[in-house]
């Protein structure tokens, strides 16, 4: 059902980094890879969790889930497609030719310390960007040149769900190196052949046969969890057969603020908008993260809209996850059940509840009929 | 052949080379690529669309409404409608654009051989279904009778009224129809689902491709059922609001469909099994 294959070829090779020395690993890290970590911000407005460049100054946090995920490390809120210039033509100056240039330049990049559901979201993102009909060469050549260290998760909450969606807390689909959070510091395995680089670079010794244990209790434990209790079986027929009944859908977006949150934390909502910015005779050309959840998203010029209310809007949003993705991608749901969706809308709207609610009004009309 | 092989973003560079104003809103621009091996190689399908580039306010999608087998330009008719199109049609012959596709899948012309055909066309809907018409006049031998049922608002939105006779000349039926009457208007007065009505072709051995504004769209369907057309003898091409134009960028779909890259010609029996979201 997912599409990366899993990392058959397992690398026998682990370390362990002491609490105390990581930012001194992280630090030889950086001089071969650009490395995202997850850092601890705070404001009047209350804490967030995001993935930033590490620096000397980096306090990485692995602590909570990150309140953004790493998205942004493959497909930038906002990147430049191509730049070009207006020149006068040698032959008739009162004409103007047009230089284009292409701007791909992708950093060999290690994000540390993903969760199993952040580093699903890009496993699924996959799916459009690189077995469409076109590849996205931006993203393509991003994806090949990141590597995810991705840590065990330990401290799943009430709002995450991803074993109902196909991942788990041990998940390392998609990941070059597991990450075991022990007491005494981390321990590090590679997952497949491109983690051979960063183990070694980081120059620490193999874990003491305690510390391996500890790792593995961990592990164990991680695989044998279930977080979350979401039934996604029969959501395809249930959005299809629901799609024209306005009640369900308003049951549960009523409230919604169309404010797109649920949109931009998402790890596997990756949909864009495409403008052009000039400054006199230079320009580029930008791609920036868009919402499905505005109203602007499918405004037409003519000015109809083919979601005119919040209610079309959450109904695309829900039904693109649970019904069209799959029936698009082999069955592949657009979710990682990082919950951060749940965590974040302001009005308190629970995918999971949507989903549940579909059903039930689904099955119900089943029944009836 | 999209623009490029590499980089499905990067569009072709072309230049305008002329400009046909067609109706107070509508202007065609005849564009013609710089590297003459890829105009030479730029090949699509009739419904085939493209994204027009103005650098420094953006790309749009419009249908590629030459034959294919015209090798000298590019055809792309606009209607001023939002900014993109604003700036277009500010755009005169030497003017640098780009141009990305084609894209979409166009229509289907292999399965309508032998087929007497109906256009039915409202207004800038004549766009998409032109080339068609010249593809099937190119090789009228494989289609059967080839009539056009052709409305607009008034006689002077019209687009193409200076190829009519032409298309005429080689044996399409053609039937006009303005909203209203209007000074020296000879041909038919009323809206395209009445006049077909009135016109009544039999759905025999014929396919229907429509092509207008919604509402019309709408009661031509109710139309052409009423005349006995089954779904899978009406082809019509969606327009969405797109922005990659290759299926990437999430914005035209339709349930699992993406008329970008799907369509943007859907025949209605597809349309059927697809969500109702136009």
């Known amino acids: 059902m997912t599409p990366a294959k899993k990392a058959k070829k397992k690398i026998e090779e682990k370390i362990f980094i002491p609490q105390e020395k990581l930012n001194e690993v992280l630090e030889r890290l950086s001089k071969h890879f650009r490395v995202w970590v997850p850092v601890l911000s705070s404001s009047s407005n209350g804490w967030t969790v995001e993935f930033r460049p590490f620096t000397i100054e980096s306090e990485p946090f692995f602590t909570r889930q990150s309140t953004m995920p790493p998205k942004s490390v493959i497909l930038p809120q906002g990147e430049t497609l191509f730049q070009y210039e207006y020149v006068k033509n040698s032959d008739d100056p009162s004409k103007q030719d047009l230089i284009l240039k292409e701007t791909i330049n992708a950093e060999k990049t290690l994000v540390f310390g993903a969760r199993p559901c952040d580093v699903r979201g890009f496993v699924i993102c996959d799916w459009v960007f690189l077995r469409g009909l076109y590849l996205d060469v931006y993203y393509k050549s991003r994806r090949e040149n990141t590597l995810f260290a991705t840590l065990v998760c330990q401290d799943a909450d009430d709002a995450c769900f991803c074993s109902s969606v196909g991942g788990g807390p041990g998940d390392m689909e998609g990941s070059d190196i597991r990450i075991t959070s022990t007491s005494e510091g981390f321990v590090l395995e590679g997952l497949n052949d491109r983690a051979k680089e960063v183990i070694s670079l980081c120059e620490c010794d193999p874990p003491s046969e305690e510390q391996s244990r500890d790792a593995q209790r961990i592990q164990e434990e991680a695989k044998n969890r279930i977080i979350g209790s979401l039934d996604v079986s029969g959501s395809v027929e249930a959005v299809k057969g629901q799609f024209q009944n306005m009640g369900v859908w308003r049951d549960i977006a009523e409230s919604c603020l169309s404010c797109g949150v649920c949109t931009y934390v998402c790890p596997t909502c990756y949909c864009f908008t495409i403008t052009d910015e000039i400054q006199g005779l230079k320009g580029e050309r930008l791609r920036s993260w868009d919402s499905c959840m505005f109203h602007q998203y499918t405004q037409e010029a003519s000015g109809h809209n083919p979601r005119p209310t919040k209610l079309e809007r959450y109904r695309n949003r829900l039904g693109h996850k649970f019904c069209y993705f799959p029936l698009r991608y082999g069955g592949v749901i657009a979710c990682c059940g990082c919950g951060r969706c749940i965590r974040s809308c302001p009005v308190s709207i629970d995918i999971r509840s949507a989903v549940e609610r579909v059903k039930e009004v689904h099955s119900n009309a089943c029944v009836c009929s | ?278």
């Open chain 2, 1 to 278: 052949m999209l623009a490029s092989a590499v980089n499905p973003y990067l569009p072709e560079l072309g230049r305008v080379v002329e400009v046909i104003t067609e109706t107070p809103t509508i202007k065609t621009f005849r564009i013609v690529l710089e590297n003459t091996e890829k105009m030479q190689a730029f090949d699509f399908r009739p419904g085939q669309v493209a994204q027009l580039s103005v650098f420094g306010v953006g790309e749009a999608t419009f249908v590629i409404n030459s034959p294919p087998t015209c090798k000298d330009y590019l055809q792309f008719s606009v209607m001023r409608a939002g900014e993109v199109t604003q700036k277009i049609h500010q755009l005169v012959p030497g003017d640098p654009v780009g141009v990305r596709g084609p894209l979409g899948n166009g229509f289907p012309y292999e399965a309508m051989q032998a087929k007497n055909i109906i256009f039915i066309a409202g207004g800038i809907g004549m766009a998409p279904l032109r080339t068609l018409l010249l593809f099937m006049l190119e090789n009228r031998k494989d289609y059967g009778e080839i009539s056009l049922i052709y409305g607009a608002r008034s006689p002077q939105d019209l687009c193409y009224r200076y190829e009519i006779p032409n298309w005429q000349k080689k044996g399409v039926d053609v039937v006009l129809t303005v909203d209203a009457e209007a000074p020296g208007w000879t041909h038919r007065v009323g809206f395209v689902p009445t006049v077909l009505s009135e016109e009544a072709p039999s759905p025999n051995n014929r396919i229907a491709i429509v092509c207008g504004p919604p509402i019309m769209i709408k009661f031509v369907l109710f139309g052409l059922r009423e005349l006995g057309f089954e779904d899978w003898q009406i082809y019509t091409t969606l327009e969405k609001r797109m922005k990659c134009g290759i299926g990437i960028c999430g914005r035209c779909n339709m349930g699992e469909k993406f008329v970008c890259a799907d369509g943007p010609v859907f025949s209605m029996e597809e349309l059927q099994g697809m969500v109702p979201e136009l």
